[in-house]
């Protein structure tokens, strides 16, 4: 597979350095107001956005840039499944986000996120009839559990759960069928990241073992049934086993005896990903300049939502600092 990337990774290289600067970002960050974020973003690959008001259709400009990068790079990969094992996630959401409009008659297609792959009306079409002739298999029976699990239940939460479950499965499955290590390895621990947080929330949340049962995955590196037997322990007592494991030193700043800073935690696993992804820079072959490309350009709208919404709402310059994930060092 390293090989068929040869052609690809200079296509990337480009694509890199349309990537905002640090310092464009401080000077965004730095902005006294929206008007004048929208004076610097013109300057950029988000000039075409910026119109009168940009500010209140933002999100959707945001979206449709990612679209159109998903779009153009599913084209010239050798294997477009690489690009959904980064774009799942917003797959996953989406299914969560129709389901749920779905089950409480209600209308949420402004919270779809474009995954490059499956547009809003096959998915719901896919939610409403429980079948579909475009979706992969296992989409289709993810779905089919959760119309099976409503039939008994009315609980939200447990659509949430199934589709994590599906999530998280997938992507092992996609990884492993790539055949490359580093990807490999990468998944499993973003699986045990998740398998940690969850169970400290269930904690935090006094859920039954079965429930946290129901919500662990069996995909990541640690034991499940090492995870849940800490169902009738203390979160203390789990914060403790977090700092003996091979997790610790990543996840010690949002760490305390008793407690966990869970906005932390999550910008930690982000700057994680990036961190590790970063390594891809030396690599002139295989698959991993697409991967960092594509979380980049991710983190990037992360970002810059983030400063729009921090600006219009009146955050400080210190609380979009503490919110920003870790940029792409190109």
Known sequence: MNNSYHTVNPIIRIKENELLSKE?????????????????????????????????????SLNQELVDTYE?????????????LYTMRYTTHNLKVLTKADKMQENYDYL???????????????IETGESSTLPPT???????????????????????????FFLSE?????????DTYILENIIA???LKNLITVARCLMQKRSKGFMSTVISEDGSIEKETLLAFSNKWLSDFIQFISESEYAELLEPALSKDKIDFLR?????????????????????????LLAYLNAKDIEAMN?????VGKRSGFTTDAIKERMRSLYDI
Not at 72 to 84: A, F, G, K, S, Y
Not at 171 to 179: G, H
Not at 304 to 308: A, S
């Open 304 to 308: 810059l939502r983030l400063i729009i």
């Open 112 to 126: 779809f996120i474009p995954d490059g792959f499956y547009s809003i009306d096959e998915l719901k079409a896919a």
């Open 265 to 289: 935690l999550d910008v930690i696993i982000d700057n994680h990903l990036t961190n590790t992804l970063q390594s891809a820079q030396t690599q002139a072959f295989g698959p991993l300049p």
């Open 24 to 60: 464009t970002f401080d000077q965004l960050i730095q902005a006294p107001s929206v008007d004048k974020v929208g004076e610097i973003l013109k300057q950029t690959v988000y000039g075409k956005y910026i119109t009168a008001d940009f500010e209140h259709h933002f999100e959707q």
């Open 72 to 84: 153009e790079l599913i084209q010239i990969v050798p294997n477009p499944r690489l690009i959904w």
């Open 190 to 192: 973003s699986i045990d």
């Open 171 to 179: 992507q092992r499955k996609i990884a492993e069928s790539l055949k």
């Open 139 to 165: 989409i289709v029976r993810s779905i089919q559990e959760v119309r099976e699990y409503f039939e008994e239940s009315r609980i939200l939460q447990g659509i949430d759960v199934i589709y994590d479950r």
